[in-house]
């Protein structure tokens, strides 16, 4: 089985603080994603990557970057947390070799409260 | 740009009813079409999908199908259960590589009662 790991299911951290929210696939996928999940709002998308260091800003990526040093891993940073950016964190990734129609595959998600 | 409608929640049934979640999309060229589902406390997971115009996607007893001619790909399911009850995405696709974003609406929230 694909298997999405996130490194954290809950996190509390203090405002100003950098975060860094981490993410492992087992598939060699070529896509890999975060999404920001908020009630009422649905999944926005934050970053995407396509290819080890390549990566392509979402709808709302102020505030934070990303790294992808390796295929199978891609990180999350808040470089200087705030309040508003409490919320739950979604990695997914793809196998995606030019083709729209393949799976994407989540991990649990990370419930970040920055305090 | 290309966006993904669908009706909002909550959705409040009773077990055994009939079930219909509106998704339409906005897009160029001819995207795939998805639906997913999270149930409490989980990540995202797919439930079906469609490649082209006329595709019917179906998995545990739900089904949906692709309009080209509405923009429409709605999820119907006969009968509900209890075990049901999560929160639906729908999702477009278009391309790979560096296109290869998935676009989501807002979710629907399902509860099913007994």
């Known amino acids: 089985d694909v298997k999405v790991t996130q490194s954290s299911r809950y996190l509390v951290k203090r405002t100003g603080e950098k975060v860094f929210l981490e993410c492992v696939q087992d598939?060699?996928?070529?896509?890999m994603f975060w999404y920001r999940q908020d009630p009422g709002l649905g999944l926005r998308l934050i970053y995407f990557?396509?290819?080890?260091?390549?990566?392509e800003k979402g709808d709302i990526p102020e505030g934070y970057s990303v790294s992808r040093e390796k295929k199978e891993r891609f990180s999350l940073i808040l470089e200087s947390a705030s309040t508003n950016q409490t919320s739950m964190y979604l990695c997914?990734?793809?196998?995606?070799?030019?083709?729209?129609?393949?799976?994407?595959?989540f991990g649990q998600g990370t419930r970040l409260t920055v305090v | 740009g290309d966006s993904v409608t669908q009706m909002e929640g909550p959705v409040t049934l009773s077990e055994e009813a009939f079930l219909t979640i509106n998704c339409t999309y906005t897009?160029?060229?001819?995207?795939?079409l998805f639906w997913y589902v999270q149930y409490p406390g989980e990540g995202l997971q797919l439930l079906l999908k469609?490649?082209?115009?006329?595709d019917k996607g179906s998995n545990k007893g739900f089904e949906a199908t692709y309009r080209k001619e509405t923009t429409s790909f709605h999820l119907e399911k006969g009968s509900v259960q209890v075990s049901d009850s999560a929160v639906y995405f729908c999702?477009?696709?278009?391309?790979?590589?560096?296109?290869?974003?998935?676009?989501f609406g807002k979710g629907t929230k399902l509860s099913v009662k007994p």
């Open positions: 997914a990734s793809r196998n995606n070799r030019g083709r729209k129609n393949t799976e994407a595959f």
């Open positions: 598939m060699d996928h070529e896509n």
């Open positions: 990557s396509y290819d080890v260091k390549m990566k």
């Open positions: 897009a160029t060229g001819y995207p795939s």
């Open positions: 469609a490649t082209k115009a006329d």
């Open positions: 999702a477009l696709s278009k391309g790979g590589g560096s296109q290869g974003n998935l676009i």
